[in-house]
């Protein structure tokens, strides 16, 4: 082979892989609770916009939502002195014992020894966690976050609208409602109160992007992930 030919098949390699080239798309975790005000002001505030943001969707992979927050399974391993109430300094120890470092790791199963789950937020909180959590479960990303972005950002997490927000979302809300009292909803809730032990939150909502905890605002932090050629949405956050 002259070197002239190996020249141009070298050059129609490259032009080969640059066009076939895939780019990894960016995956976003949000850690929140049902009747936290401030995540019900971070869907008008950072979803929102995000979503608004000319082709940055596409580059956008898995947006998961985790609803537990600070909500504790009360066990013996932190005795309360409120029980069966959420207490602050139970919520603390529970995170301090349970908590690790490493989302390989598993907490280990005295702290998930109860059939009482504590909400920060009351009981109605504890109901708008499962329900959320059953939603995303069962159904389709989109479809769930639409469901999300009404009943905790249009209306705070109130119980009374989430049958109003499923029929806007197309979602079977008795199927749901039967999920959030049965097994299968205590076996979402074990899932989400796990990564929420695994991911050390601080404070709700907690941002994950690429399963790092990001301060920046959502659209700026997944701009700024994704390594490919940036969307035209991302141009006013990236200058």
């Known amino acids: 082979m002259s070197l002239l030919t190996a020249f141009a098949f070298f050059s129609?390699?490259?032009?080969?892989?640059?066009?076939?080239?895939?780019?990894?798309?960016?995956?976003?975790?949000?850690?929140?609770e049902t009747l936290c005000s401030g995540c019900s002001e971070w869907f008008s505030e950072e979803?929102?916009?995000?979503?608004?943001?000319?082709?940055?969707l596409d580059i956008i992979g898995t947006f998961d939502v985790v609803p537990f927050g600070f909500s504790y399974y009360e066990v013996p391993l932190c005795p309360s002195k409120t029980p069966g109430q959420w207490n602050s300094d139970t919520?603390?120890?529970?995170?301090?014992?349970?908590?690790?470092?490493?989302?390989?790791?598993v907490p280990p199963p005295s702290c998930f020894k109860s059939q009482l789950v504590l909400a920060q937020h009351g009981p109605q909180e504890?109901?708008?966690?499962r329900i959320s959590?059953?939603?995303?479960?069962?159904?389709?990303?989109?479809?769930?976050?639409?469901?999300?972005?009404?009943?905790?950002?249009?209306?705070?997490g109130n119980i009374t609208w989430a049958p109003h927000c499923a029929e806007q979302c197309r979602i079977n809300f008795q199927a749901i409602s039967s999920c959030t009292h049965?097994?299968?909803?205590?076996?979402?809730?074990?899932?989400?109160?796990?990564?929420?032990?695994?991911?050390?939150?601080?404070?709700?909502?907690?941002?994950?992007?690429?399963?790092?905890?990001t301060?920046?605002?959502?659209?700026?932090?997944?701009?700024?992930?994704?390594?490919?050629p940036k969307p035209k949405g991302c141009s006013e956050v990236l200058v």
């Open 182 to 213: 049965t097994l299968r909803g205590d076996t979402i809730e074990l899932s989400n109160a796990i990564q929420t032990l695994q991911a050390m939150i601080s404070y709700t909502p907690w941002v994950e992007v690429n399963g790092v905890h």
């Open 91 to 105: 919520c603390g120890c529970w995170m301090k014992s349970c908590q690790v470092p490493n989302k390989t790791v």
């Open 47 to 56: 979803f929102d916009p995000l979503v608004a943001a000319p082709g940055v």
């Open 12 to 32: 129609l390699a490259l032009i080969g892989s640059c066009i076939g080239q895939q780019y990894i798309k960016v995956n976003i975790t949000v850690y929140d």
């Open 126 to 129: 504890h109901l708008g966690d």
């Open 133 to 156: 959590g059953c939603v995303l479960e069962l159904y389709p990303m989109s479809r769930a976050l639409k469901f999300v972005r009404c009943f905790i950002g249009d209306y705070k």
């Open 215 to 228: 301060e920046l605002s959502l659209l700026h932090a997944v701009c700024d992930a994704y390594q490919g």
